[in-house]
């Protein structure tokens, strides 16, 4: 079977008229959403052609260190967006959320490239930079959320925490309703998503193997695959994350240091 029917540059092209849409109700209900949408549009088109032209290159070459290399910079990027969205000082935070951010990769890609499907070589560059990729593009936003929920809860309610280390409970202890909240809002869209997975599998993620000449079956076992691998990546990311953040935001005697957010 063959793969997926190409797209012409000048169809491509017509495509982007389909950007009118959005636009257009930007601008009647005067959004201010008109110039930031067009502008990330045109970062999105290029970003993704020139990666696209990269990976041609980097399949074709199939090399582990420029394997390793193009997921170490997919890291870099992915810590300092993390960082700079959830509004926290750079110095401060670079160093525990990519390693937070490593440890997870390393370990979730070990695991599924190296056991479930088993391959020799799990910097295989067809398998490790797509599925890498995807883990650390999906776990982006519930990390951003959980650190950003996590932190601001604290802030608003550090009189609570405390309070708690005054009748004795360790930073931890005090810390469980903090981490409880900051899981909820970032786990609960993430669930209903998967809750409804099933139903919208279809068009979603399984699309591109389907296009691409994958048997649905194969398709659906790498969806069931790809949705746990995703959770679980997250939520290791997530964990990882805070706890080591953790060892900026807080001194030597569990006080919590305010100055770690950007101004």
């Known amino acids: 079977m063959k793969g997926a029917i190409d797209i012409?540059?000048?169809?491509?092209?017509?495509?982007?008229?389909?950007?009118?849409?959005?636009l257009y109700f930007f601008y009647k209900y005067k959004t201010g959403l008109v110039k930031p949408t067009t502008i990330a549009v045109i970062r999105m088109s290029f970003q993704l052609f020139m990666v696209g032209l990269y990976l041609e290159y980097i399949f074709?070459?199939?090399?582990?260190?420029?394997?390793?290399?193009?997921?170490?910079?997919?890291?870099?990027?992915?810590?300092?967006?993390?960082?700079?969205?959830?509004?926290?000082?750079?110095?401060?935070?670079?160093?525990?959320?990519?390693t937070a951010t490593l440890l997870s990769i390393v370990f979730i890609d070990y695991y599924v490239l190296g056991f479930i499907i088993g391959?020799?070589?799990?910097?295989?560059?067809?398998?490790?930079?797509?599925?890498?990729?995807m883990l650390l593009g999906n776990s982006l936003k519930n990390v951003v959320i959980a650190l950003d929920a996590f932190y601001q809860r604290v802030s608003e309610e550090e009189?609570?925490?405390?309070?708690?280390?005054?009748?004795?409970a360790k930073r931890d202890e005090a810390l469980l309703p903090f981490m409880?909240?900051?899981?909820?809002k970032a786990f609960n869209p993430l669930i209903a998503t998967a809750a409804v997975m099933g139903l919208i599998a279809l068009p979603g993620m399984m699309t591109g193997q389907i296009l691409g000449g994958s048997d649905p079956m194969v398709a659906i076992k790498y969806q069931i695959t790809i949705l746990i691998v995703v959770f679980s990546s997250t939520m290791l990311n997530v964990w990882l994350t805070i706890?080591?953040?953790?060892?900026?935001?807080?001194?030597?005697?569990?006080?919590?240091?305010?100055?770690?957010?950007?101004?």
Do not use: E
Not at 74 to 93: D, E, H, N, Q
Not at 159 to 168: D, E, S, V
Not at 180 to 184: E, F, I, Q, R
């Open 180 to 184: 409880s909240y900051a899981l909820h």
């Open 159 to 168: 009189i609570a925490y405390r309070w708690q280390l005054a009748n004795g």
């Open 243 to 263: 706890v080591l953040a953790n060892r900026m935001a807080f001194d030597a005697w569990d006080n919590f240091n305010r100055n770690i957010f950007r101004k």
């Open 119 to 133: 391959l020799k070589n799990i910097l295989t560059a067809r398998y490790f930079i797509p599925i890498t990729g």
């Open 60 to 98: 074709k070459w199939d090399n582990p260190y420029i394997n390793l290399m193009w997921i170490i910079i997919m890291i870099l990027v992915s810590t300092y967006t993390v960082i700079t969205r959830a509004g926290l000082k750079l110095r401060l935070f670079f160093l525990p959320i990519m």
């Open 8 to 22: 012409s540059w000048g169809m491509l092209a017509l495509g982007y008229l389909l950007m009118f849409i959005p």
